[in-house]
T-cell receptor, first 115, second 118 residues
Framework: AQTVTQSQPEMSVQEAETVTLSCTYD???????LFWYKQPPSRQMILVIR??????QNATENRFSVNFQKAAKSFSLKISDSQLGDTAMYFC????????????FGTGTRLKVLA | DAMVIQNPRYQVTQFGKPVTLSCSQT?????MYWYQQKSSQAPKLLFH???????NEADTPDNFQSRRPNTSFCFLDIRSPGLGDAAMYLC?????????????????FGDGTRLSIL
């Protein structure tokens, strides 16, 4: 069975600064995806960034980038130039690429960006 | 725009009184999912439909049922809600087309229905 662990329940960062959210996972699968989702208060889940396990290059999307360490089963999210709109719950998620595509979510990190 | 729509956004029911939450989609996706998300917790998958095939997660209580009368609609029925069932319920859809998974987001989420139990 797969598990996803986010060890930081809450974090805060000053506006314009950089913050890194941690995620580790456990799986015996070789073919899978990893994701970071953002959930603002009372708002929809939004996909922030994804990483295919077979790709060694770390994914980047504008101010968001990941540090994917496959051997260590680690998948951290770096947010650069933090903005007030980044305030949200962030969930790390695992999806294996076999069978029906189902997510396994971590417990989330509540990020607050301070003005 | 194509989307996943959940109605209502907020639902209040009484302890033990059956309640139904609805989800519709215009994406024509063949898989529909129901998640339960309690306050400050991760979404927990309850079950999903792959076309008409119902797939229950092993730890989903019997109190939770689902119906999918057609591709577009999926319902979550809670037969006898308890106080512990107060949560946000999220519906999501996906295609099983791997090319679409690669190019798009794997699951499309609705805004959720927040269920309160009195």
């Amino acid at each position: 069975a797969q598990t996803v662990t986010q060890s930081q329940p809450e974090m805060s960062v000053q506006e314009a600064e950089t913050v890194t959210l941690s995620c580790t996972y456990d799986t015996s699968e070789s073919n899978y995806y990893l994701f970071w989702y953002k959930q603002p208060p009372s708002r929809q889940m939004i996909l922030v960034i994804r990483q295919e396990a077979y790709k060694q290059q770390n994914a980047t999307e504008n101010r968001f980038s990941v540090n994917f360490q496959k051997a260590a089963k680690s998948f951290s999210l770096k947010i650069s130039d933090s903005q007030l709109g980044d305030t949200a719950m962030y969930f790390c998620a695992f999806m294996k690429l076999s069978g029906t595509y189902k997510y396994i979510f971590g417990t989330g990190t509540r990020l607050k960006v301070l003005a | 725009d194509a989307m996943v729509i959940q109605n209502p956004r907020y639902q209040v029911t009484q302890f033990g009184k059956p309640v139904t939450l609805s989800c519709s989609q215009t994406l024509n996706h063949n898989v529909m999912y129901w998640y339960q998300q309690k306050s400050s917790q991760a979404p927990k998958l309850l079950f999903h439909y792959y076309d008409k095939d119902f797939n229950n997660e092993a730890d989903t209580p019997d109190n939770f049922q689902s119906r999918r009368p057609n591709t577009s609609f999926c319902f979550l029925d809670i037969r006898s809600p308890g106080l512990g069932d107060a949560a946000m319920y999220l519906c999501a859809t996906s295609t099983q087309d791997r090319a679409d998974i690669y190019s798009n987001q794997p699951q499309h989420f609705g805004d959720g229905t927040r269920l309160s139990i009195l």
